[in-house]
T-cell receptor, first 113, second 114 residues
Framework: AQSVAQPEDQVNVAEGNPLTVKCTYS??????LFWYVQYPNRGLQFLLK??????LVKGSYGFEAEFNKSQTSFHLKKPSALVSDSALYFC???????????FGSGTKLNVKP | EAQVTQNPRYLITVTGKKLTVTCSQN?????MSWYRQDPGLGLRQIYY???????DKGDVPEGYKVSRKEKRNFPLILESPSPNQTSLYFC?????????????FGPGTRLTVT
């Protein structure tokens, strides 16, 4: 069975500090990995994706993520957090030759001034 | 403006009363999908559609129906809603059926079944 795990329900970080939101996955096949952000009362917005190639991918709003095949991880990072980054973050996976998407349970990021 | 729209945004109904949540996209996307979001569970895919007249089950299809008669529309039908279908529902669309494309999400529909 395919699955995505976000081990932290909540991550707290001070503004200006680096942030990491963790994601690990378990799939049978080659994964396509995505990060989305959800602000209160809004739909999900795409941040970045890994399809193939360079393991470090850069996305919107200064976010980046590193694909680690051996650790089956795709952690989201940002060098310097902003208060406006506070939101709910979801990791998602889709497997090559399969049509379904699988999402993690979400991680609430709190950035304090 | 490229967007996915859903209606209604909020709905309170009673057990057993059939309802439809509409979803429409203006991006000529082939792939469309419905999700439900529940606390602690993230998003779970209900149904998806690869193109007109092509639909398939996601992970939690029980109690739901869909149809795709036009490329732009993908309504979600609850023929006999039950309280365990109280949730936040999202429609999403994606360019093409390829696995590498990201999805665009609608604003959500909050459904309460009493």
């Amino acid at each position: 069975a395919q699955s995505v795990a976000q081990p932290e329900d909540q991550v707290n970080v001070a503004e200006g500090n680096p942030l990491t939101v963790k994601c690990t996955y378990s799939v049978s096949g080659n994964p396509y990995l995505f990060w989305y952000v959800q602000y209160p009362n809004r739909g999900l917005q795409f941040l970045l994706k890994y399809i193939t190639g360079d393991n470090l991918v850069k996305g919107s709003y200064g976010f980046e993520a590193e694909f680690n095949k051996s650790q089956t991880s795709f952690h989201l990072k940002k060098p310097s957090a902003l208060v406006s980054d506070s939101a709910l973050y979801f990791c998602a996976v889709r497997v090559y030759n399969f049509n379904k998407f699988y999402f993690g349970s979400g991680t609430k990021l709190n950035v304090k001034p | 403006e490229a967007q996915v729209t859903q209606n209604p945004r909020y709905l309170i109904t009673v057990t057993g009363k059939k309802l439809t949540v509409t979803c429409s996209q203006n991006m000529n996307h082939e792939y469309m999908s419905w999700y439900r979001q529940d606390p602690g569970l993230g998003l779970r895919q209900i149904y998806y559609s690869m193109n007109v007249e092509v639909t398939d089950k996601g992970d939690v299809p029980e109690g739901y129906k869909v149809s795709r008669k036009e490329k732009r529309n993908f309504p979600l039908i609850l023929e006999s809603p039950s309280p365990n279908q109280t949730s936040l529902y999202f429609c999403a669309s994606q360019q093409g059926g390829g696995q590498g494309y990201e999805q665009y999400f609608g604003p959500g529909t909050r459904l309460t079944v009493t």
